[in-house]
């Protein structure tokens, strides 16, 4: 228990920070949610049946993110450049 008050007494600014802050959140699931995506396809790209194409998956989910995270709809991206 010791260890505990002393870990979190160490890093006391930064746990309290967002109580200063009205624009800081208390948790980071936006940030889990948003890299889940990626953890999982580190997990798809042991079996995507070559180096290469690992390395495809790779740029196809960077292209789907850069997407997503500017609005742009995947579907009708694509079929614009196919």
């Known amino acids: 228990m010791g260890e505990a008050i002393a870990y979190a007494h ?3 600014a930064g746990l309290s920070f967002y109580t200063l802050h009205g624009n800081m959140e208390i948790d980071n699931n936006l940030v889990e949610n948003a890299v889940r995506p990626l953890a999982v396809g580190r997990k798809n790209y042991l ?5 290469d194409a690992a390395h ?15 609005g742009v709809d995947e579907r009708e991206w694509l079929s614009d450049i196919f």
């Not at 079996?47 to 180096?51: K, R, T, Y």
């Not at 495809?56 to 500017?70: D, E, P």
Request: proline share 0%.
């Open 56 to 70: 495809m998956t790779a740029a196809m989910y960077s292209f789907m993110a850069s997407c997503k995270r500017n």
């Open 10 to 12: 160490s890093r006391w």
């Open 47 to 51: 079996f995507a049946g070559s180096h």
